[in-house]
């Protein structure tokens, strides 16, 4: 769950930029007191994910906001479901509706796509994880949202592990080196992963010691040879322009993770509709 603290300071960020200091429709056309009902409806099947945070949207623009929520976060949505059904001060139903929709939209949009990914995978071992290809400030609620999909969290930040990636290889000289150096500087409860791009490097790693070691854009017969190489050593990470055609594939291959940056980077929004009572 994201903490209220991170939301409120989102929402408040996300308010000031769409209402500015005066909504020029709902303020001029709707009597200041005037209060009325709506509900959200699914406007297709899916994951519903945000429900909390488009709740929150309208809490923060009228104390007298009140709700009753039909589904919650994770809960498996039929286009035509009602949501939930709330009931405020008008001109504040109508001035959180696109940033509570876009919201929901789209942390539901994350969850349902991280949905299907995992009953692909179904039956393999593979987890599905998302990366740090997440949009500037809303980090803490796309990762969220993979982990009500059912998937799990790579990194949160650059502090979470050390992941030697393959320019840090090649300005270090070397796999052996870099991860010795890092070794020798890391606090024993980080973990050190190493992005590789053929077999050889998958050796370098696994003789250096990684905890991980990515697959990098490998086809799905030289990742087979990789998961025999490593023999369990290590974990073995696949990433790099995998889509739902390919994605049973790479499971079958036996690497542990799966990491996915569409699920946050462009992940489809959810259709969700605002309408009132």
């Known amino acids: 769950m994201v903490l209220d603290f991170y939301l409120d300071d989102l929402i408040k960020d996300a308010l000031k930029e769409d209402i500015n200091y005066i909504d020029t429709t709902a303020d001029l056309v709707i009597p200041e007191e005037q209060r009325g009902q709506a509900y959200f409806v699914a406007k297709a099947s899916g994951v519903l994910c945000g429900i909390d945070a488009a709740m929150r949207v309208f809490r923060l623009l009228d104390d007298s906001f009140e709700c009753t929520v039909h589904f919650h976060d994770g809960d ?119 992005e590789t791009r053929d077999l050889h490097e998958v050796r370098q790693a696994l003789d250096a010691g990684a905890d991980i070691i990515m697959l990098d854009n490998m086809d799905c017969a030289t990742m087979t040879e990789a998961v025999n190489l490593v023999g369990g050593k290590a974990l073995l990470e696949a990433s790099g322009g995998i889509t739902h055609d390919t994605l049973r594939e790479v499971a079958e291959t036996g690497v542990d993770i799966i990491s996915i940056g569409a699920l946050t980077h462009s992940v489809q929004a959810f259709d969700i509709s605002m309408r009132i009572s």
């Open 76 to 194: 498996k949505l039929t286009k035509g479901d009602v949501i939930c059904e709330f009931s405020g001060n008008m001109r504040c139903l109508l001035k959180g509706e696109r940033t509570a929709l876009n919201l929901i939209q789209h942390m539901s949009g994350i969850a349902t796509e991280t949905a299907r990914c995992v009953e692909i995978v179904k039956g393999t071992k593979a987890a599905i994880t998302d990366t740090r290809k997440t949009l500037p400030g809303l980090r803490a609620i796309q990762k969220y949202a993979v982990t009500v999909g059912g998937g799990k969290n790579h990194r949160y930040n650059l502090s979470d592990g050390a992941m030697l990636k393959d320019n840090h290889i090649d300005a270090c000289g070397g796999i052996a080196g870099a991860v010795s150096t890092l070794r020798s500087r890391l606090g024993h409860m980080v973990k050190i992963e190493v």
